[in-house]
């Protein structure tokens, strides 16, 4: 799930995190190998370090929320639905494109540019 820095919505979370539902601003996100209190993080909320080993093998992003009640941290893959902003509700999307072989030098900048113009010009169609 990728969710902008400066994200404001109602987020919904999975148990053991979801008595937190709420509207949150997103003011940080980071791999939750890099996190220092990642371990922390998760021990308090109930789950283990085994939990806490097997999200950061999965490359989870930990995001850092925070309203007037104060900060939260709650790992991406705890996150039930992206924000509802403006009553509007998104959902991440990615894209994984298998060019086949390649060799290893090929230049694909051009490709690259083609590609976020593409999606620049269909989301700016209302999509």
């Known amino acids: 799930m ?9 987020f919904n979370f999975l148990p053991p995190f979801d008595i937190y539902n709420g509207i949150y601003e997103v003011t940080a996100t980071s791999k939750l190998s890099s996190f220092s209190g990642g371990v922390a ?7 283990t370090e085994d939990d806490y080993n097997k999200d950061v093998a999965n490359n989870v992003t930990i995001f850092t929320l925070e309203n007037s009640g104060g900060k939260l941290y709650v790992p991406s893959n705890y996150c039930k639905l992206h924000p509802s902003v403006n009553g509007v509700e ?17 230049d694909l900048s051009g490709l690259l540019t083609d590609l976020v113009t593409a999606w620049v010009n269909t989301k700016g169609n209302g999509h």
């Open 90 to 106: 998104y959902q991440g999307k990615a894209i994984i494109l298998n060019l086949g072989p390649i060799k290893t030098d090929y």
């Open 41 to 47: 993080t998760y021990k308090l909320a109930g789950l």
């Open 2 to 10: 990728i969710i902008g820095i400066g994200t404001i919505g109602e």
